[in-house]
């Protein structure tokens, strides 16, 4: 159950803080950045942002500073370039939110359909279909977002916690074990990671 929160919180939590956020604000200031950047003599494309990013991440010994190097990931990933796009997000977000699950899925269906490469898209859905407990579309939704983005930790904690609800332990110690490579600070899954140990230990002697 633990981990089950702990994915629901880097997802669904998340987003729906943001509905709030217009997207034409997200994709302005996403412009006044690069705007900023160029200016500096240091402007970066999306990859670049988020290969520092991760880097710094990794690098990273202090939780909270860490956590704010991941919030600045996840607003990354956030904003897809395109204001339909966004739009679409931000309907399903607040859809989700009024537990119109099935409206959900169609703005993020069309989204997807639209830009099959914005690795959100794919996160949104398959963190639907987690909520609505349909864990087979939910992975295979995961599995696309690590094929676009493979150090998505927010997909590896969805997918450590379908293998731990699903019965599959060392394979669920093996997607935390991916987490912690990305984002070695977090402490929940840290702790995610040494139960499932002591549990797996437990089971061998």
């Known amino acids: ?40 003599g240091a402007f970066t494309t999306p990859a670049q942002r988020l290969d520092k990013l991760f880097v710094e991440l990794k690098r990273e010994a202090s939780p909270d500073a860490a956590t704010g190097i991941a919030n600045q990931i996840r607003r ?14 931000q309907w ?3 859809a989700v939110s009024e537990e119109k699950n099935a409206a959900a899925l169609d ?10 490469d914005y690795v959100e898209g794919w996160n949104r859905r398959a963190t639907l279909h987690f909520k609505l407990g349909n864990y087979r579309k939910s992975m295979s939704d995961i599995n696309q977002v690590l094929v676009i983005e493979p150090r998505h930790f927010g997909a590896l904690a969805g997918m450590a916690a379908i293998m731990q609800q699903t019965g599959r332990d ?12 990305v984002y070695p600070t977090e402490r929940q899954a840290q702790k995610e990671l040494g139960e499932l140990a002591e549990k797996l230990t437990g089971q061998r002697t």
Do not use: H, V
């Not at 880097?10 to 200031?29: D, E, F, K």
């Not at 703005?107 to 099959?116: G, V």
């Open 76 to 89: 990354e990933w956030q904003d897809s370039g395109s204001a339909t796009i966004n739009l679409l997000i």
């Open 107 to 116: 703005f993020l269906d069309e989204a997807i359909r639209l830009k099959p």
């Open 92 to 94: 399903a977000d607040k």
């Open 1 to 40: 159950m633990a981990a089950m929160r702990f994915f629901m919180l880097y997802t669904i939590c998340l987003s729906l803080s943001l509905i709030g956020a217009a997207p034409t604000a997200a994709l302005a200031q996403s412009a006044d950045k690069a705007s900023l950047d160029a200016t500096s």
């Open 170 to 181: 060392e394979m669920a110690l093996k997607a935390w074990e991916r987490f912690l490579e």
